[in-house]
């Protein structure tokens, strides 16, 4: 369990599930300022326990009494969803659900996050959050079904829906390639899908600035209130957009440039078809985040930015 203590009032209490993720672990450091986080580990607060009725998940909110549930844990290993479909809705919808119940029961807030794959992946425009969705694998279609589990539970909620999440830690698309391309000479990486990679540490940076937006509208009403005003789903990926292959090009050619020794791997670009996976991806990932830049004034960096970032702690 990881708590930093610096205040103890219950009403400051932050309940953040998924610590020991990429989104998670940002999380830790980036809500600090904003009260005490409470962060169990899957042994303390398992999210697949559908058949035991989230029994400990239940009592861990009941006795916490947070006044924010902030939930990045998630069942994220898209293709091998395919063949576990139960465990991917269980982490996914069914704790999803059961967070909300608890937080309807106590008044707390839920901020959850969703994905770019609850989208079918047609045209070639960003899309905004009002649009249909069309999940063509079972995470996208486990995390639709979180999202509207969650909104169902009447609880206060905001849904952030992100993309191509990475950083410098955790198991991430950069790392996988920068790996890679040192043991190579030549890597094939699909270049028909589009859309924005997101650093996970602008997305906690985000999501802070936004609870304490809230948090100061609050002062003149009541969180309630507030939620009730502006909850509801957010697009939040990162600025400008690119595919998997100009990802991957970008970050090699930056890392040739500080590392010439290294025997770089030539990078290629391949459709899709050629890197057949168990699970359908959508061909346009791209996330139109005005919204999240209207109400709340904050725009997501722009992926090439957040590279050099990254790669700098690397
Ligand atoms: N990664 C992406 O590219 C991407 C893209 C779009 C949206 N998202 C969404 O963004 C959010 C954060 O993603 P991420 O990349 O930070 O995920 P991640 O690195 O895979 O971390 C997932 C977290 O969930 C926890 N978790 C999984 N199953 C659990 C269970 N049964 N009980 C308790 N905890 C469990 C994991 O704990 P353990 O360490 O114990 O496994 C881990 O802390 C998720 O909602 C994801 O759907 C991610």
């Known amino acids: ?38 962060a169990p580990v899957r042994a303390q607060m398992d999210l697949s326990d559908a058949a035991g009725d989230f029994r400990l998940l239940r009592e861990t909110i009941r006795a916490m009494q947070p006044r924010w549930i902030v939930n990045p844990a998630a069942y994220t290993a898209v293709d091998r969803a395919e063949s576990e479909p139960e465990l991917a809705y269980a982490v996914n919808r069914d704790a999803v659900r059961a967070i909300g119940e608890e937080a309807q029961r106590i008044g707390a807030v839920v901020l959850h996050f969703s994905t770019d794959y609850v989208f079918d992946g ?48 955790g198991k991430n698309f950069l790392l996988t390639i920068l790996k890679l391309a040192r043991e190579k000479e030549v890597l094939r990486i699909v270049g028909d899908q589009h859309g924005a990679p997101t650093w996970s540490r602008d997305l906690a940076g985000m999501t802070a600035a936004v609870m304490a937006r809230c948090e100061v509208e609050a002062v003149d009403s009541s969180l309630a209130d507030v939620i009730e ?71 997501m960096m722009d992926w090439h930015e957040s590279l050099r970032k990254v790669l700098s702690e690397l």
């Open 1 to 38: 369990m990881v708590s930093n203590e610096r205040y103890s009032a219950p009403g400051d209490r932050i309940l953040l599930t998924g610590a020991s993720g990429q989104l998670g672990g940002e999380l830790v450091a980036a809500l600090a300022p904003l009260g005490e986080v409470i």
């Open 229 to 299: 005003r502006v909850g509801g789903v957010y697009h939040a990926s990162g600025g400008g957009e690119t595919t998997w292959f100009g990802f991957a090009a970008e970050a090699v050619r930056l890392m040739k440039l500080v590392q010439p020794e290294v025997n770089w791997a030539n990078i290629e670009s391949i459709a899709t078809s050629e890197y057949p996976t168990p699970a359908k991806r959508p061909g346009n990932s791209r996330l139109n985040c005005e919204k999240l830049k209207e109400q709340f004034g904050w725009s």
């Open 122 to 169: 047609q045209g070639t425009t960003a899309y905004a959050e009002t649009e249909a969705t069309g999940p063509v694998s079972v995470y996208g279609a486990s995390k639709l079904a979180g999202e509207t589990a969650l909104a169902n539970t009447g609880a206060g909620h905001m849904i952030f829906r992100t993309s191509w999440v990475y950083g410098s830690r």
